[in-house]
């Protein structure tokens, strides 16, 4: 009789033994599976969130503004990240940005850099880092570039280029008026060129 209690005992023993491990690698696997919905980006994304939770800025992803300037002109700019500091709510630091802006006349300007500050309230803009502009077929290379929606021009400066299929102008700086379409060129030397060029005739 003892040795039947015994056996039962260890085959109980070996059945509750064998059920824990069943439970448990099921829910290792559960938990990996879990793990691989996620992808890696994504991620990284929900954990920089979770860093930033408790600090003075939050960050945004795949961000989109839209308006109209105070002439009419609609215009998108778009950033992969934007980050917002809570104590200036008005300003939004950006990166990776495109910004487009659709003239009364049908034409576009393209601007885009690494970084960017947005102003919300002013709708003022001020892009920074390897800037590109694009319009009517001329392209235009400078490290720095402000658009003021006030005054309503775009301010092209450091290292500014343009091409075109007319050649490439070299200036120090560069004043798009985005009412008139004008472009002004300015130089501080003699190795660079002093111009005005009508922007109406499509072409920087």
């Given amino acids: 009789m003892d040795r039947k209690k015994k056996l039962r005992l260890i085959q109980m023993s070996l059945l509750l033994v064998g059920s824990l491990i069943v439970f448990f690698t099921y829910l290792q696997k559960n938990e990996k599976s879990e793990e691989n919905i996620i992808s890696i980006e994504t991620q990284k994304k929900i954990k920089k969130k979770l860093a930033n939770k408790d600090s003075k800025v939050d960050v945004f992803y795949d961000v989109s503004y839209s308006g109209l300037d105070l002439s009419g002109n609609r215009y998108i700019l778009k950033s992969k990240e934007a980050i917002n500091n809570r104590s200036q709510l008005d300003l939004v630091d950006m990166k990776i940005v495109n910004a487009f802006f659709y003239f009364k006349d049908g034409t576009i300007l393209e601007v885009q850099s690494d970084a960017a500050i947005y102003n919300n309230k002013t709708l003022d803009m001020s892009f920074d880092g390897d800037v590109k502009a694009l319009y009517e077929g001329s392209t235009l290379f400078a490290d720095k570039a402000e658009y003021s929606n006030l005054k ?28 008139k379409h004008t472009l002004n060129i300015k130089s501080f030397n003699n190795n660079k060129v002093n111009a005005n060029v009508n922007l109406n005739e499509k072409k920087f």
């Fill in 152 to 179: 309503n021009y775009l301010t092209i400066s450091q290292n500014v280029v343009v091409k075109d299929i007319r050649g490439s102008v070299f200036a120090d700086k560069l004043f798009f008026d985005l009412k």
